[in-house]
């Protein structure tokens, strides 16, 4: 049972955002390149427990794309401007998969005061060796060019 996607613009980028369930927040975030909807047996699952967010990233799903590169930094700066704009109360528990705990795990770095717990899956708290970012990088210019 998801409900419609909200739209939230977040440092100049219209963010999609599935947003159920009340209480405690729980925020999922996806991994390269996928959306929220790699959530939506969570999202059904989890919000009869629990307020439960998976917002798109930028540039993924059905939000908003910029120019140029984006840091998981910056993707980080996001979801911490998007738990404001949704008036989240904190301290919430962020989930990433993948490429997603990359950003759940700056988030911590960054806003530990906010995060009452974190679950990473089928990630890495390290940056990726010189091989496997332009493996990385190969693979979103193919998916820039022919789609997921």
Same mark, same amino acid.
């Given at each position: ?42 999202? /059904? ?13 930028? /540039?993924?799903?059905?939000? /908003? ?84």
């Amino acid at each position: 049972m998801m409900r419609a996607l909200r739209r939230e613009t977040v440092h100049g980028v219209e963010l999609a955002v599935a947003d159920c369930g009340q209480g405690h927040t729980l925020m999922l975030v996806h991994g390269f390149p996928l959306d929220h909807t790699i959530w939506s047996a969570q999202l /059904g699952a989890l919000a009869a427990r629990c307020r439960v967010i998976a917002p798109d990233l930028r /540039g993924f799903g059905q939000s /908003g794309v910029t120019r140029g590169t984006v840091t998981m930094e910056q993707l980080a700066d996001d979801l911490a401007v998007l738990a404001e704009a949704l008036a989240v109360e904190v301290p919430l528990v962020l989930c990433g998969l993948s490429m997603g705990g990359y950003v759940a795990f700056q988030f911590w770095r960054k806003y530990s005061e906010r995060v009452a717990g974190l679950i990473l899956c089928d990630t890495r708290a390290e940056a990726d060796d010189p091989s496997a970012a332009a493996a990385r990088r190969e693979t979103a210019e193919r998916v820039l060019a022919e789609g997921p």
